[in-house]
């Protein structure tokens, strides 16, 4: 039977990095749970209401509020997601690699951004 050989232990920058992305995770849970509170409070105040938005003078505000929250929320979805994909190109050792020229990601940018996938000049060129 042939042994494989345990990975070597997570660097100190590895531990820094999975930090950041664990309290940017925790961060966006809370405010996914806070954003959640808020949608049930409109819905709830919606329920009370007529539903004719078009007519009603608290329709329109109401619908506004909900278009809001539910852009808000897709938003923090996303970000988790992100989150989520940083910590698994972590533990695969893709996480300082940017995506499109296979070149380091900074340090810094990775500080600032810890769902950030590409190099900065990668970034720039995609913005363009």
């Keep these: 039977m042939e042994r494989s050989t345990p990975p070597p232990p997570p660097s100190d920058e590895d531990r820094a990095a999975a930090?950041?992305?664990e309290r940017a995770r925790d961060e966006a849970e809370r405010l996914a749970a806070s954003?959640?509170?808020l949608w049930d409070g409109v819905v709830d105040a919606a329920a009370?209401?007529?539903?004719d938005d078009e007519h009603d003078?608290?329709?329109a505000t109401i619908a506004f509020e909900r278009e809001q929250l539910r852009a808000r929320r897709d938003q923090v979805r996303a970000?988790?997601?992100?989150?989520n994909l940083a910590a698994e190109r972590l533990r695969e050792?893709?996480?300082r690699v940017?995506?499109?020229c296979g070149g380091p990601i900074a340090p810094g940018r990775l500080e600032?951004?810890?769902t950030a996938r590409t190099c900065v000049e990668c970034a720039a060129r995609t913005r363009r």
């Excluded at 009370?48 to 539903?51: E, H, I, K």
């Design 35 to 37: 954003l959640t509170r």
């Design 79 to 83: 970000e988790l997601d992100a989150l």
């Design 57 to 59: 003078p608290e329709g």
């Design 93 to 95: 050792g893709r996480y």
């Design 98 to 100: 940017c995506e499109r």
């Design 112 to 114: 600032a951004r810890p």
């Design 19 to 21: 930090e950041r992305i």
């Design 48 to 51: 009370g209401t007529n539903n």
